[in-house]
């Protein structure tokens, strides 16, 4: 088979490449993306190229013919995170193309709505389809009622429950990913993604990890691959810059999750109800009747409020950014003036 079919190359991505570069331009995918490094997937096989640094795993990019990087395709999915200690930065891009992104619940310990809800809001932002992946169904006797829990929180996202120890469920989430599409898992440390992978991939009868490629000399060098092919058309992703997400820029992620909660806003008696005593306040009164719980309410302020936080900071730094440009520009409009003035009254 064709290496780049093995990682999701369909004719969809064929149109789009003929659509987007010249012929003669040859496509290929991102298995892994270092500082100013990639290796990637080629019809031919895989290869270690210099590269630009805006690529990242999952990118599908045209060649010229001596291994240059003609570009990218523009991506269909994108996850990218703030650096939590730079509010300013700008958002550091993870990972592409990813269609399914499977948000894993271990069940050998109580549900963290909370983050649950953030991964899910960041899942659906990136573009991509999130699935609840459950974890670890052999222990799940240890707490009981985590996954009516998780379905109920999920809020329609498909749920699956796997256990990679006694191999429940994989073959169900195998069947979920078709020929061509990707599947990256997000999830807390400990949670099972490794050895959900692996088993995913021992079952696929391929190894994970260590991949031989071919570099600008020719030379052969053994790498650990990002992208892993199920097989049969399916991709798995497993990159570590995937670990340790963050919440960036969610706002229309916060509505799929909370669609429910920003619809009783409408039925407030007041337009700017800042849903705390005002009457007639629609969030109070669905969180009295126990149509709302308050617990929900609290995590959709408290993300509400760090998206706004993260706004504000970011304002603040492109105020700066127009500050030193409108100065530029105002001392170039006084040089001219100053010119012009010079000039008339010579
Ligand atoms: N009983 C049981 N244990 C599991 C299962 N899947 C994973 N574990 C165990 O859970 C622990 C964590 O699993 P990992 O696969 O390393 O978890 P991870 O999400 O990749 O963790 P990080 O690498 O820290 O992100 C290991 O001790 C696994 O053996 C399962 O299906 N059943
Ligand atoms: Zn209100």
């Given at each position: 088979m064709n290496t780049l079919l093995q990682y999701g190359f369909t004719d969809r991505i064929g149109a789009l490449f003929s659509f987007h570069f010249p012929s003669g331009v040859q496509p290929a995918r991102i298995v892994r993306a270092d500082r100013g490094r990639v290796l990637v997937a080629t019809p031919d096989g895989i290869l270690h190229l210099d590269s630009p640094d805006s690529l990242v795993t999952g990118d599908w990019i045209g060649l010229v013919g001596d291994g240059r990087i003609a570009g990218h395709l523009p991506r269909s999915s994108l996850l990218q995170r703030k650096r939590a200690y730079d509010p300013l930065s700008e958002a550091q891009a993870l990972a592409?193309?990813?269609d399914l992104l499977g948000v894993v619940v271990p069940l050998?310990?109580?549900?963290?709505t909370n983050r649950l809800e953030r991964t899910l809001v960041a899942a659906w932002d990136s573009g991509a389809v999130p699935l609840v992946v459950l974890t670890k169904a052999d222990l799940s006797s240890r707490f009981d009622g985590v996954v009516a829990e998780t379905v109920d929180r999920a809020r329609g996202v498909e749920v699956l429950t796997t256990s990679a120890e006694v191999g429940d469920g994989l073959e169900h989430l195998r069947g979920r990913i078709g020929a061509g599409q990707t599947l990256a898992l997000l999830g807390?440390?400990?949670?099972?993604k490794s050895s959900l992978i692996n088993a995913l991939v021992d079952d696929a009868r391929q190894g994970t990890g260590e991949v031989r490629a071919t570099d600008g000399r020719g030379r052969h060098t053994t790498t650990a691959r990002e992208l892993v092919p199920l097989g049969d058309g399916g991709v798995l992703m497993d990159t570590p810059g995937l670990r340790g997400f963050a919440l960036w820029d969610a706002e229309d992620g916060l509505s799929q999750v909370f669609g429910d909660v920003e619809e009783l806003f409408a039925r407030c008696r007041f337009r700017d109800c800042a849903h705390e005593s005002e009457p007639g306040c629609a969030v109070q009164s669905a969180i009295a009747s126990g149509d709302l719980e308050e617990r929900r309410w609290l995590s959709y302020r408290k993300m509400d409020r760090e998206l706004a936080s993260l706004h504000r900071r970011q304002n603040v730094a492109e105020q700066r950014r127009y500050g030193r440009s409108f100065h530029r520009v105002a001392q170039e409009a006084a040089r001219a003036k100053d010119y012009r003035n010079r000039f008339r009254e010579g």
């Open positions: 592409a193309n990813i050998d310990r109580p549900l963290s807390p440390s400990g949670a099972g």
